[in-house]
C-alpha cells in the first residue's frame, strides 16, 4: 500500500514560476525523501530530511516537514524547462520493515 | 549514470511465461531493493536484500522470486506471467539497509517488460 499521497498530480507552470508539491503520509517516519523521475527513466534522489528537520534546501529546491501534520513539500524555485519530470516523495517508517515506500507522484510540467 | 545496472532493458514475452530480470548494484553497495512502476499503481516496493540475505518484503507475488548472490548482484524471477504484470521493474541498491538517517537509494533505467 502506499504510504505518502500527492498533492496534485499533475501541475504545469510557466518557466520561471516557483513549483511547490505535497506529500502526505500516514504512520511515523524516520525520514523522508524526495526523487525525480524523467520520463521512463529511473529516479534520481533529490534531497533527504530527517524527522526532527524542519527545512532543509538545496540549490533551487527547499523541502519543508510538518511531522505534526504528516506532511512535506518540495518547492522548485525559478523553475526551468529541464525541471520537467515526475517527482516523489518516498518515506522510511519507524516501525516494520526498513523499505522505502514511494507516493503516487506529482507530475511537472514547465511551459517555456 | 548511477551505477546500478539492470538488464534486460526491453523485455517482451507471452502470458503464461517466466523471465529473469537481473542487476548489478553500485560497486560497494550491499542492498539491492526491487520497485515494480505501472502506470495504474505507481512505485510498489516488492523486496529488499542486504548482503544474500532477504531483509524487507513487500506485496510481492508468489509468482515472483528473488534473490542475492554473493557477488552481491540481484535476479528478480517472474513467472506464470499475467498481462497485469506488464510494467517497467526497477532495481535501487544502497549502501547500508536504511538504517539511522541514511537512505538514499540509487536507482538503475529499469527492465520494461510487456506481457503479450
Known amino acids: 500500500s502506499q504510504q505518502g499521497e500527492e498533492d496534485p498530480q499533475a501541475l504545469s507552470i510557466q518557466e520561471g514560476e516557483n513549483a511547490t508539491m505535497n506529500c502526505s503520509y500516514k504512520t511515523s517516519i524516520n525520514n523522508l525523501q524526495w526523487y525525480r523521475q524523467n520520463s521512463g527513466r529511473g529516479l534520481v534522489h533529490l534531497i533527504l530530511i530527517r524527522s526532527n528537520e524542519r527545512e532543509k534546501h538545496s540549490g533551487r529546491l527547499r523541502v519543508t516537514l510538518d511531522t505534526s501534520k504528516k506532511s512535506s513539500s518540495l518547492l522548485i524555485t525559478a523553475s526551468r524547462a529541464a525541471d520537467t519530470a515526475s517527482y516523489f516523495c518516498?518515506?522510511?517508517?519507524?516501525?516494520?520493515?526498513?523499505?522505502?515506500?514511494f507516493g503516487q507522484g506529482t507530475r511537472l510540467t514547465i511551459n517555456p | 549514470d548511477s551505477g546500478v545496472t539492470q538488464t534486460p532493458k526491453h523485455l517482451i514475452t507471452a502470458t503464461g511465461q517466466r523471465v529473469t530480470l537481473r542487476c548489478s548494484p553500485r560497486?560497494?553497495?550491499?542492498?539491492v531493493y526491487w520497485y515494480q512502476q505501472s502506470l495504474d499503481q505507481g512505485l510498489q516496493f516488492l523486496i529488499q536484500y542486504y548482503n544474500g540475505e532477504e531483509r524487507a518484503k513487500g506485496n510481492i507475488l508468489e509468482r515472483f522470486s528473488a534473490q542475492q548472490f554473493p557477488d552481491l548482484h540481484s535476479e528478480l524471477n517472474l513467472s506464470s506471467l499475467e498481462l497485469g504484470d506488464s510494467a517497467l521493474y526497477f532495481c535501487a541498491s544502497s549502501v547500508v539497509p536504511l538504517a539511522g538517517d541514511t537512505g538514499e537509494l540509487f536507482f538503475g533505467e529499469g527492465s520494461r517488460l510487456t506481457v503479450l
Open positions: 518516498a518515506t522510511r517508517e519507524i516501525q516494520g520493515a526498513q523499505k522505502l515506500v
Open positions: 560497486s560497494g553497495d550491499l542492498s
